[in-house]
């Protein structure tokens, strides 16, 4: 089983719906969670992080369940520009290594 | 704005050569990672340095090597290329602080071909 496991997609959704991400984690001592996005071609970048009782910036909520052991990236009226690779990360129990899910791919189409 | 900067975008090598990947960060970060990306396999650690001098193997070490000499350059050795070493690789690099705030940063990639 893989450490982090995400649907690789891709999503293809019409411009300005919803759309929402799941993630799996396997290590119950990770403390910390983010979301990073990766256009193609290019290095991964910081989306948000994930904190226990939910955030939210813009358009974009991240939520942690914790008992279940998921993430999830949410979405809403999505632009063209979202259009990207979406990395969930959880950091290896209490170090600094972080563990990458392989990603899950959205396009956007108008 | 933290800049990692990777001295080469594109590389391509013989099998059997030794070649020399290079990274260096400007924001005084304790943390530096190199990864590689594989289609479908996402982001995995080769090295890590939490300090000049110091180095732990991530989890595919095996073929490459790593030197922090000075805080700012973490370096990637891969001592004699082999053609399964094609690959996309990162650098990173974060600061030692809470795990929470615990964000890496990274280069723009070298895209290596060994042939």
């Known amino acids: 089983r893989k450490e982090v496991e995400q649907d690789p997609g891709p999503f293809n959704v019409p411009e300005g719906a919803t759309v929402a991400f799941n993630c799996t984690y396997s290590?119950?001592?990770?403390?910390?969670f983010f979301w990073y996005r990766q256009d193609c071609r290019k290095e991964p970048k910081l989306l948000m992080s994930v904190y226990s009782s939910g955030n939210e910036d813009g358009r974009f909520t991240a939520q942690l369940n914790r008992a279940s052991q998921y993430i999830s990236l949410l979405i809403r009226d999505s632009k063209l520009s979202d259009s990207a690779t979406y990395l969930c990360?959880?950091?290896?129990?209490?170090?600094?290594?972080?563990?990458w899910g392989a990603g899950t791919k959205l396009i956007i189409k108008p | 704005d933290v800049k990692v900067t990777q001295s080469s975008r594109y590389l391509v090598k013989r099998t059997g050569e030794k070649v020399f990947l290079e990274c260096v960060q400007d924001?005084?970060?304790?943390?530096m990672f190199w990864y590689r990306q594989d289609p479908g396999l996402g982001l995995r650690l080769i090295y890590f340095s939490y300090d000049v001098k110091m180095k732990e193997k991530g989890d595919i070490p095996e073929g490459y090597s790593v030197s922090r000499e000075k805080k700012e350059r973490f370096s990637l050795i891969l001592e004699s290329a082999s053609t399964n070493q094609t690959s996309m690789y990162l650098c990173a690099s974060s600061l030692l602080g809470p795990l929470a705030k615990n964000i890496q940063y990274f280069g723009a990639g070298t895209r290596l071909s060994v042939l």
């Open positions: 290590n119950s001592a990770s403390q910390s």
């Open positions: 990360v959880v950091n290896k129990g209490s170090n600094y290594q972080l563990i």
């Open positions: 924001m005084d970060h304790e943390n």
